[in-house]
Antibody
Framework: QEQLVQSGAEVKRPGSSVKVSCKAS????????FHWVRQAPGHGLEWMGR????????ENPQTFQGRVTITADELTKTVYMEMTSLRFDDTAVYYC????????????WGQGTPVIVSS | AIQLTQSPSSLSASIGDTVSITCRAS??????LAWYQQRPGKPPKLLIT???SLEAGIPLRFSGSGSGTDFTLTINGLQPEDLAVYSC?????????FGGGTKVEI
């Protein structure tokens, strides 16, 4: 059964960067779409962007442009999300998810990576 | 960005009850709407796509309806394992957005 396995919890200082990984176990990788979604404590889900590995370039909503970079490594079947200039309100659980189609529904989710921004 | 407003934000029901959750979009999204279930401490799980298509393996007590701006998720015969937060998500425009979630308590 396909799985997405994410890297472990992170504690970061304000102003620093974090890079979260998401390793896929399925047979196909490069023509899938992978999303990143975060959930701050007590809040709803927030879409951060997506990547289709064979296109190689991720895309983000305006909220995260310039601060979030999504990349993919075909050889290791791993997708990455890097966020810079961390703020206290970036404290959240970060999820990767594989799209069911290219439209945007998210069929398979990673277990989540808690990122705590604290001084 | 398209805003999704869910109501109620929380509800309490008994085993066997029928529960309905609504999701209203700030503009028309055709049927490009998904529903997710998120149990405590777990990632979201895809229940329904295209407003009314049940994903494989999802119990038939879950159903979705609606199009345009108004959508409903219905659980017929609530079960203990349905304790969760339910969220809608639009994919009509590729600035994907989610509703704020509805917490279902048993």
């Amino acid at each position: 059964q396909e799985q997405l396995v994410q890297s472990g919890a992170e504690v970061k200082r304000p102003g620093s960067s974090v890079k979260v990984s998401c390793k896929a176990s399925g047979d196909t990788f490069i023509d899938n779409v992978f999303h990143w979604v975060r959930q701050a404590p007590g809040h709803g889900l927030e879409w951060m962007g997506r990547i289709i590995p064979y296109i190689e370039e991720g895309e983000n909503p305006q909220t995260f442009q310039g601060r979030v970079t999504i990349t993919a490594d075909e050889l290791t079947k791993t997708v990455y999300m890097e966020m810079t200039s961390l703020r206290f309100d970036d404290t959240a659980v970060y999820y990767c998810a594989r799209g069911r189609t290219y439209l945007g529904e998210m069929a398979v989710w990673g277990q989540g990576t808690p990122v705590i921004v604290s001084s | 960005a398209i805003q999704l407003t869910q109501s109620p934000s929380s509800l309490s029901a008994s085993i066997g009850d029928t529960v309905s959750i609504t999701c209203r979009a700030s503009q028309g999204i055709s049927n490009a709407l998904a529903w997710y279930q998120q149990r405590p401490g777990k990632p979201p799980k895809l229940l329904i796509t295209d407003a009314s298509s049940l994903e494989a393996g999802i119990p038939l007590r879950f159903s979705g309806s609606g199009s345009g701006t108004d959508f409903t998720l219905t659980i017929n015969g609530l079960q203990p394992e349905d304790l969760a937060v339910y969220s809608c998500q639009q994919y009509h425009i590729m600035a994907l957005t989610f509703g704020g979630g509805t917490k279902v308590e048993i």
